[in-house]
């Protein structure tokens, strides 16, 4: 069974940042989603380090970067300049089961996506 082990996240003001990490061994692909309170989960960013690709949703295009630790298993979310309405749970997501010559046109379906971490919470608000 594969795990995706999550943490970070927590408050943030308006403006500020946070970061949040997801931690799994043996897949270079990570996409990062996010689900508020009585919306349906939506797609944040996507990650291939064996494509070198990189892919953000235009509600946090650069706001968002995901990063990886040469090495490490775990890939970081950082977000900067927040908003309230990026308050969600979210969630990293591994072994993308589409076709990767299509993975920028595909990356956002999280039906797509096997495995999924546990879910971990951010707010912003003053």
């Known amino acids: 069974q594969v795990q995706l082990v999550e943490s970070g996240g927590g408050w943030a003001q308006p403006g500020g940042s946070l970061s949040v990490s997801c931690t799994v061994s043996?897949?270079?692909?990570i996409g990062w989603f996010r689900q508020a309170p009585g919306k349906e989960r939506e797609a944040v960013a996507c990650v291939s380090s064996s494509l070198g690709t990189t892919y953000y949703a235009n509600s946090v295009k650069g706001r968002f970067t995901i990063s990886r630790d040469k090495g490490d298993n775990t890939m970081y979310l950082q977000m900067n300049s927040l908003k309230p309405e990026d308050t969600a749970v979210y969630y990293c997501a591994t072994d993308f089961v589409g076709p990767l010559r299509r993975l920028i046109e595909l990356w956002e379906f999280e039906y797509l996506w096997h495995y999924w971490g546990q879910g971990t919470q951010v707010t912003v608000s003053s």
């Open positions: 043996g897949y270079s692909m």
